[in-house]
């Protein structure tokens, strides 16, 4: 699908949809409706991806194992527990551009950068810092702090944030001029893929070429980019990354989340880790009595601590599932006409009231628009969920909309611009 051809009717909306070949995964979700019973205008997928219909099934089928096969349930044929988590691994590895031995759904976000960090971020007294984008999501500045902690180190000499531009974005060309010049001060670079607030889509693969130049490793956070860009974190040749699942993977409040090692490290025993027995050698991890000593398994799944939350993955694999489906291309490709239609009809019917963060490049952005409006951004978001558009709000005065392309339509676009725009005349 190309850049849609513009203009401000809502019938033209409507035509966008008729012709759109991904409009019928939109009845694959559970739409939230207010208080009317129509449907909402929802746009916040950025902070929490809607439902597939298809989790129930799913999870119901979980709980029927539970409850009729016991603790048998772990072998069951084809889906049984005890290799449950392998299930994920090929279709996650399709999202992220990783070889399946590279990604494995566990943990949280925040613990598996935690467990990442254990085994890259190797600080010595010369070369301890770590280079951050910026602004940058509270929970990771906790960890990158307290690692920094850990090692003995200051938090206020050991975190470095990126250049940025005169309009808040990283500056991508002086960061790779800083990693070049700057590089031997760096034990990590960690950077999120997309940044939470602006909405920012690095070009990684030549800040991965210019981090590898410069002898530093390159960890990711892919909270907001996984399920939303394409990425390609084996042939980038980044190191580890982490993400959450409950955003634009649609696996539900406090999914279980996800990590990449890079198959060069997949086959290094001796990188140290926080060990536990799920990632022990499967040939040995039940004998109990005579294994006393931890021999990581081959691949991410060497980095798992415990064994896998059957209940909190199925829902992760009804998501894969139309990922598999819909294919990445086309989903790209919608996911650019949706946010190129949007800044059209803004530029159209609200120039003067709305500064759009995010770059207008559509290879630099994904579904996500940050928007600055004039007045109060608060209560302007407020105003917004009265007329039925959620989005979200990040202090001081920003705005976030994400128009979705498995379950969003032009029309949606269509609605929440003509209420902003009513909203601010």
Not at 358 to 387: H, I, K, N, W, Y
Request: glycine share 8%; aromatic share 10%.
């Amino acid at each position: 699908m190309t850049s849609p051809t513009f203009s401000i009717d809502r019938d033209h909306a409507r035509q966008l949809d008729a012709a759109d070949s991904l409009a019928e995964y939109r009845q694959q979700f559970w739409m939230p409706s207010g208080s009317d019973g129509e449907p909402l205008v929802y746009l916040c997928g950025n902070s929490l991806g809607l439902q597939p219909r298809g989790v129930r099934e799913l999870i119901d089928r979980e709980l029927a194992s539970w409850a009729e096969q016991a603790v048998d349930g772990h072998f069951r044929s084809g889906d049984g527990w005890y290799n449950y988590h392998r299930l994920l691994s090929e279709p996650l590895a399709e999202v992220v551009g990783a070889l399946p031995e590279e990604v494995v759904a566990m943990n949280g976000l925040t613990a598996n950068l935690h467990l990442l960090m254990i085994s890259f971020y190797r600080p010595t007294a010369q070369r301890f810092k770590i280079l951050i984008d910026s602004p940058t999501f509270p929970s990771d500045l906790y960890a990158f702090q307290s690692q920094l902690a850990l090692h003995g180190y200051d938090a206020e000499q050991g975190i470095v944030r990126a250049p940025q531009t005169a309009n808040g974005l990283t500056d991508e060309a002086a960061l790779i001029e800083l990693i070049t010049t700057q590089g031997e001060q760096f034990a990590l670079i960690l950077l999120s893929g997309v940044n939470y607030f602006s909405g920012q889509f690095f070009d990684l693969a030549p800040i991965a070429a210019a981090a590898r130049r410069a002898g530093c490793l390159i960890g990711l956070d892919l909270a907001h980019a996984v399920g939303n860009v394409p990425l390609s974190l084996h042939d980038w040749g980044i190191d580890f990354a982490a993400w959450c699942s409950y955003k634009y993977l649609n696996a539900g409040p406090g999914a279980v989340a996800g990590a990449f090692v890079h198959q060069r490290h997949c086959a290094n025993p001796s990188l140290p880790r926080l060990a536990g027995w799920w990632g022990n050698d499967p040939d040995t991890r039940f004998q109990m009595d005579t294994q006393d000593r931890f021999v990581p398994q081959r691949g991410a799944e060497g980095w798992q601590l415990s064994n896998p939350p059957i209940l909190a993955m199925a829902p992760l694999r009804a998501s894969l599932a139309l990922f598999g489906s819909a294919t990445n291309t086309a989903l790209r490709n919608k996911s650019s006409a949706l946010t190129s239609y949007m800044l059209a009809l803004i530029d159209a019917r609200s120039p003067q009231q709305v500064t759009v963060l995010t770059p207008r490049q559509p290879e630099r952005r994904g579904c996500q628009l940050s928007l600055r409006v004039a007045g109060d951004g608060r209560a302007f978001q407020q105003a917004l969920q009265r007329e039925g558009v959620v989005g979200d709000f990040r202090p001081p005065d920003v705005v976030r909309v994400a128009a979705v392309p498995l379950y969003n339509s032009f029309e949606d676009v269509w609605r929440f611009v003509d209420i902003l725009a009513r909203q601010l005349s």
